[in-house]
């Protein structure tokens, strides 16, 4: 994000602040990466430089109460943009306590903004970001882009992988998945592809990592998946900065929702921005993490196995990432195209025409689109899957058919594409298989959630519950 390229389009005091932020934003992550007992220089070079800002805003004014009195009226009525330890950094006043402020500790642990003032740099921010038709990411860590475990929790059959990380960091080449964090006696195995995904999605969005973990493990996850700092710079948002308990929220991100994409495996956290959120199948490289969350399955080092790079969780995601990017950017430029042609003098005019369009624009039903595609042509029914004193179109099998773009029906008729059942022999699986419908288990729709693609029915047979898979 580059808040002081946007800040020219206004004149207030602000855009010295925005040029500090974006200073911030772009060294802050370089200054603290050798240790994280930098937190003290980090805040000296602020303060430094919050302090010289007052020294030349004082300068300023004098030199604009010479010039003249009108303005200098406009400088008494501050705004408070933004406090840093309680101070507004633009007059130096006293934060209200009024609780309007909002933290944006992973720019720097003392800094609140105003809510006018976030307002003014999102939009600043949305109208710089389009112009380099980019849009925002956001990135949780654990389950999504990796998969983390405690030294002491990797069982015995996993002790071998602690040599295996040490031989990755030898080569170097920043090529490796399986990293020892000494500091904070962490086993890290990234999820196969991300080095190709980091790099092809910084083409298209700015990034942000969004962890629920705690700050001191976010930097040294970063320093491992962004060893030059180029991806996300200081955009890392840790536990310590959501501003609602258990939530993540896109208040603390320097953007418009509208242009925000999410990537997450896990949806509750995220109960204000479902629409913005792409639901990730967890990443369980470890036992442990397979124990963490109860699951019967054994994890993929204990199975001696991960996913593969061409067609794993993280390649296909990339591919719906470039998609809805696409969507939305082409829409536009037809539009322009289009004008352009009939109206080449009108040119100028058209492309603010068409910023203004972007600007407009809302990423979310263009996510919301490209989903329906999934299972789009599909006429579903269910079967064994809640009970029939149940609102059928509540059922979360429901909605998730639904999101996907099946049709969802209560009743067997030959129209019928699929039956999706919880167990055989209900009278609809019959059906099914008696006038030649697919008969699959709930799973089916849930891979299709998750790898954005109507897969291989016969892969999904409906089983006895207490009858797995062989
Ligand atoms: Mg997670
Ligand atoms: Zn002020």
Same mark, same amino acid.
């Given at each position: 994000?580059?808040?002081?390229?946007?800040?020219?389009?206004?004149?207030?005091?602000?855009?010295?602040?925005?040029? &500090?932020?974006?200073?911030?934003?772009? !060294?802050?992550?370089?200054? +603290?990466?050798?240790?994280?007992?930098?937190?003290?220089?980090?805040?000296?070079?602020?303060?430094?430089?919050?302090?010289?800002?007052?020294?030349?805003?004082?300068?300023? +004014?004098?030199?604009? &109460?010479?010039?003249?009195?009108?303005?200098?009226?406009?400088?008494?009525?501050?705004?408070?943009?933004?406090?840093?330890?309680?101070?507004?950094?633009?007059?130096?006043?006293?934060?209200?306590? @009024?609780?309007?402020?909002?933290?944006?500790?992973?720019?720097?642990?003392?800094?609140?903004?105003?809510?006018?003032?976030?307002? %003014?740099?999102?939009?600043?921010?949305? *109208?710089?970001?389009?112009?380099?038709?980019?849009?925002?990411?956001?990135?949780?860590? @654990?389950?999504?882009?990796?998969?983390?475990?405690?030294?002491?929790?990797?069982?015995?059959?996993?002790?071998?992988?602690?040599?295996?990380?040490?031989? !990755?960091?030898?080569?170097? @080449?920043?090529?490796?998945?399986?990293?020892? #964090?000494?500091?904070?006696?962490?086993?890290?195995?990234? %999820?196969?592809?991300?080095?190709? /995904?980091?790099?092809?999605? +910084?083409?298209?969005?700015?990034?942000?990592?969004? !962890?629920?973990?705690?700050?001191?493990?976010?930097?040294?996850?970063?320093?491992? &998946?962004?060893?030059?700092?180029?991806?996300?710079?200081? *955009?890392?948002?840790?536990?310590?900065?959501?501003?609602?308990?258990?939530?993540?929220? #896109?208040?603390?991100?320097?953007?418009?929702?509208?242009?925000?994409?999410?990537?997450?495996?896990?949806?509750?956290?995220?109960?204000?921005?479902?629409?913005?959120?792409?639901?990730?199948?967890?990443?369980?490289?470890?036992?442990?993490?397979?124990?963490? /969350?109860?699951?019967?399955?054994?994890?993929?080092?204990?199975?001696?196995?991960?996913? %593969?790079?061409?067609?794993?969780?993280?390649?296909?995601?990339?591919?719906?990432?470039?998609?809805?990017?696409?969507?939305? /950017?082409?829409?536009?430029?037809?539009?322009? *195209?289009?004008?352009?042609?009939?109206?080449?003098?009108?040119?100028?005019?058209? #492309?603010?025409?068409?910023?203004?369009?972007?600007?407009?624009?809302?990423?979310?039903?263009?996510?919301?689109?490209?989903?329906?595609?999934?299972?789009?042509?599909?006429?579903?029914?269910?079967?064994?899957?809640?009970?029939?004193?149940?609102?059928?179109?509540?059922?979360?099998?429901?909605?998730?058919?639904?999101?996907?773009?099946?049709?969802?029906?209560?009743? /067997?008729?030959?129209?019928?594409?699929?039956?999706?059942?919880?167990?055989?022999?209900?009278? *609809? +699986?019959?059906?099914?298989? %008696?006038?030649?419908?697919?008969?699959?288990?709930?799973?089916?729709?849930?891979?299709?959630?998750?790898?954005?693609?109507?897969?291989?029915?016969?892969?999904?047979?409906? &089983?006895?519950?207490?009858?797995?898979?062989?």
């Amino acid at each position: 994000m580059n808040l002081a390229e946007s800040s020219f389009h206004s004149s207030s005091s602000s855009d010295d602040l925005a040029a &500090i932020l974006n200073d911030e934003l772009e !060294t802050a992550s370089s200054d +603290s990466s050798p240790e994280f007992g930098t937190d003290e220089d980090e805040e000296g070079l602020l303060e430094q430089r919050v302090k010289r800002q007052r020294v030349d805003s004082a300068e300023e +004014s004098l030199q604009v &109460i010479e010039d003249a009195p009108v303005v200098q009226q406009t400088k008494n009525a501050c705004l408070h943009p933004g406090f840093f330890k309680g101070l507004c950094m633009v007059c130096g006043q006293m934060e209200e306590d @009024d609780g309007s402020g909002v933290p944006f500790g992973y720019i720097h642990k003392d800094l609140k903004l105003g809510s006018s003032e976030i307002d %003014r740099l999102r939009g600043a921010d949305m *109208k710089n970001l389009l112009r380099r038709k980019k849009l925002i990411l956001v990135l949780d860590l @654990d389950h999504t882009l990796l998969n983390s475990t405690r030294l002491v929790d990797l069982s015995a059959e996993e002790h071998h992988l602690i040599e295996q990380a040490l031989t !990755t960091a030898q080569a170097g @080449d920043g090529s490796g998945t399986l990293f020892k #964090l000494d500091r904070i006696h962490m086993l890290t195995k990234l %999820r196969p592809f991300i080095h190709t /995904f980091l790099k092809e999605a +910084s083409e298209l969005f700015e990034m942000y990592i969004y !962890t629920m973990g705690e700050r001191a493990y976010a930097l040294e996850v970063a320093k491992v &998946i962004d060893p030059e700092g180029i991806y996300f710079h200081s *955009k890392i948002i840790s536990q310590s900065d959501c501003t609602q308990r258990h939530q993540k929220g #896109l208040d603390v991100i320097l953007g418009a929702e509208s242009t925000v994409l999410i990537l997450d495996d896990t949806e509750m956290v995220w109960q204000k921005h479902r629409e913005n959120l792409i639901l990730m199948e967890r990443y369980h490289f470890f036992s442990s993490s397979c124990r963490q /969350f109860n699951s019967p399955e054994k994890s993929l080092s204990q199975m001696n196995k991960d996913e %593969r790079e061409s067609d794993g969780l993280l390649a296909t995601t990339l591919g719906v990432l470039k998609r809805v990017h696409q969507a939305f /950017f082409d829409e536009v430029g037809l539009f322009l *195209k289009w004008t352009s042609f009939f109206f080449g003098f009108l040119n100028l005019f058209l #492309l603010q025409l068409g910023e203004t369009d972007a600007a407009s624009r809302d990423v979310r039903p263009f996510l919301q689109r490209v989903r329906k595609e999934v299972l789009a042509g599909c006429k579903v029914v269910f079967s064994g899957l809640y009970p029939s004193s149940e609102v059928p179109s509540e059922q979360p099998i429901w909605r998730l058919c639904e999101r996907l773009g099946a049709e969802c029906c209560v009743n /067997f008729d030959s129209s019928i594409t699929h039956v999706i059942a919880g167990c055989p022999g209900t009278e *609809k +699986s019959r059906l099914a298989l %008696r006038h030649g419908k697919f008969l699959v288990s709930r799973r089916w729709a849930d891979a299709a959630n998750y790898l954005w693609r109507r897969l291989p029915e016969e892969d999904f047979p409906v &089983i006895l519950p207490n009858n797995p898979p062989s």
